[in-house]
């Protein structure tokens, strides 16, 4: 039996604007928790983490999305379209261009990369650590979803030269039985153990008016309300799962290198990082009210609640209830919340207005959570910190979608 989405309640106009939103959400993630990695455990240590973060994930939850949108395959095509739905390549703040040239060789640049907008100014050392260190084995590892012979290698990366040179990135993709086929790295086997990678979601209805899958041509931008509502509903639940699995990654990869309380204090901080920064963007883009019944309907449709198949929660007479569930089970999120622990709550609600609190009662797994008023309070530092990211005021443009041909 599976469980009534809480993003079904959303027109088919509101999802379309909603989901560029969850994927950059998505990769404020790394914005939000990378920052506390580098401050406990140095710039190489933090690189390390993000790779087995990156590695974890992603090839999971790429296959889920292949098969949730009909375009599983083999070849450069699938690659590139699971990109699209990728939380590691928001649209715009992301901006992959890609060119095929056959099934099995194309190439992809950047005309815009946030996060190396984001990384730049700390140095070259610090992008040589994103762009190369980084880069080289995540890639690898998400094309590994889609045939393990495929190869993703650069043309040219940054540290710019000359500086400010466009596009930022240039890369290869070709896919050649000569291969060496790449596997997994370790920490995939241990996230594909979670709740969180076999959840099961509600099939995406095909009589419904409009796109319900992917299963046509490659385009170059997604325009996402030629997706059906039903679609639209099940992409909003997979990228949360996309979240999910890659935090249950970063908590994995922070726990190899610090004691229980350390690793605790350090993934509570980027929580409540992106809870604040994710909560902002939620509201403005749905044009939600700034009141209590405004952050309620945010916490309602955030990923910290979402997908309801994974996240045990009910929203009735002006509160929200979250009950044991799989993703306690799997120590997401959730767990980080309840009436001993507070702070990620008052960041999501103050992400909508700084004048709103929380009112939490209940135990640590079965609690209820009411949003009350009370005076302006300072931005969370955590929150702060996220902020610095250029993609917390990131605004997103209407382009048309155009299919891509090889060339």
Known sequence: ??????????????????????????????????????????????????????????????????????????????????????????????????????RWSGEFHLDHCGALM?????????VRSMCHDIEDPTFDA?????????????????????????PHCAWTVIIDESYPPVTPLAPYYDIEKT???????????????????????????????????SALVRMADEVCLQMHLLNLSFVLAVGKRADPPHAAEICRKQLVGIAGISAERIRRALELPTDAVGALRVLELHPLLNPSAYVAASVAD??????????????????????DALTPLQALVRGVHPGLDVEVTGTATDWSVRV??????????????TRFSTGASFEFEHRRSLPITPV
């Open 1 to 102: 039996m599976t469980t009534t989405s809480r993003y079904a309640s959303l027109s088919r106009e509101e999802l379309a604007t909603l989901l560029p939103e969850l994927l950059l959400i998505g990769q404020l993630i790394d914005r939000s928790g990378m920052a506390w990695c580098i401050s406990a455990f140095g710039r190489e240590e933090m690189a390390q983490i993000a790779i087995e973060e990156w590695a974890g994930a992603s090839p999971l939850y790429t296959r889920r999305m292949q098969k949730a949108l009909r375009y599983e395959g083999d070849d450069v095509i699938t690659i590139f379209k699971g990109l699209q739905l990728d939380i590691g390549a928001p649209p715009q703040f992301m901006d992959f261009r890609y060119t095929v040239h056959d």
């Open 118 to 126: 984001d990384v730049e100014p700390m140095g070259p050392e610090y």
């Open 142 to 166: 998400t094309a590994v979803a889609t045939n393990p012979q495929a190869q993703v290698r650069p043309i040219h990366r940054p540290p710019r030269m000359p500086a400010g040179r466009n």
């Open 195 to 229: 709740r969180a990678a076999v959840v099961e979601l509600a099939p995406i209805d095909p009589a419904d008016a409009g796109q319900a899958d992917y299963s046509g041509p490659l385009v170059g931008d997604l325009d996402f309300l030629a997706f059906s509502h």
């Open 318 to 339: 002006g509160s929200v209830t979250v009950r044991p569930g799989d993703a306690h089970v799997d120590g997401a999120w959730i767990s980080q919340c309840g009436p």
């Open 372 to 385: 009350i008023e009370g005076e302006d309070a300072k931005e969370f530092d955590e929150v702060a910190v």
